[in-house]
């Protein structure tokens, strides 16, 4: 066995991006525990704008769709490339149901008129408070 072996280089590089994969997962799951990455509401519709605080917001299938069905794919295109060694080709339709998936999303985002809004930032927090100087009043007399 040859040190240029293709079959050894496509398993050393499925490796190596396996691993990085896995610590991308592994550094957005430690996120998610430390909360930084609020997953309230993943799965919903953003709120129109001048609703109420308090209102609950929808369920959105387009957003389940296209968060599944990546990870259905990403899956099944990481467990196929170990499985035979090598980097496999992802076949057009696979690519073109991806794009539908994406378009749904934003197909929804259209019609209801609404702008995909980026995450909320988090609040500042506000410096303690001193003690409180004392009033010095002057007596008129």
Do not use: C
């Not at 539908?100 to 008129?113: A, D, E, F, M, R």
């Amino acid at each position: 066995m040859s040190i240029f072996d293709p079959q050894l280089i496509s398993r050393l590089v499925a490796i190596v991006v396996s691993i990085i994969v896995l610590a991308l997962a592994f550094a957005v799951i430690r996120a998610i525990w430390k909360n930084d990455i609020n997953l309230n509401h993943l799965l919903s519709e953003s709120p129109q704008a001048g609703a109420p605080p308090d209102e609950v917001p929808k369920a959105s299938l387009s957003r389940f769709q296209m968060l599944v069905f990546t990870f259905v794919v990403a899956g099944l295109y990481l467990v196929l490339s170990l499985e035979t060694g090598t980097l496999i080709d992802i076949p057009e339709g696979t690519l073109a149901l991806i794009g539908i998936s994406s378009g749904t999303y934003v197909l929804g985002k259209v019609i209801s008129g609404q702008k995909p809004t980026p995450p909320a930032a988090p609040a500042q927090p506000q410096p303690p408070a001193g003690p409180e100087k004392p009033r010095i009043t002057r007596a008129t007399g």
